[in-house]
């Protein structure tokens, strides 16, 4: 899968776990297990986007 690829599927599942923490929001309902996917899916696609810049920048030095 390319990182183009990747980034979409992240952005795509952040999105539908928004979407199912605001349901449960709105039922009044325990949302932590979403909460923590949420925050796990921003971390990966946060190292996915930091990787690409540092590469880009390390690989012009050479």
């Given at each position: 899968m390319s990182k183009?690829?990747?980034h979409k599927s992240i952005v795509h599942e952040i999105g539908?776990?928004?979407d199912r923490i605001d349901i449960k929001i709105l039922r009044g309902k325990s949302y932590q297990r979403e909460a923590e996917r949420?925050?796990?899916l921003v971390v990966q696609l946060?190292?996915?986007e930091r990787?690409?810049?540092r590469?880009?920048?390390f690989s012009s030095l050479f």
């Open positions: 183009i690829q990747l539908r776990v928004n949420h925050r796990m946060g190292r996915l990787g690409g810049i590469s880009g920048w």
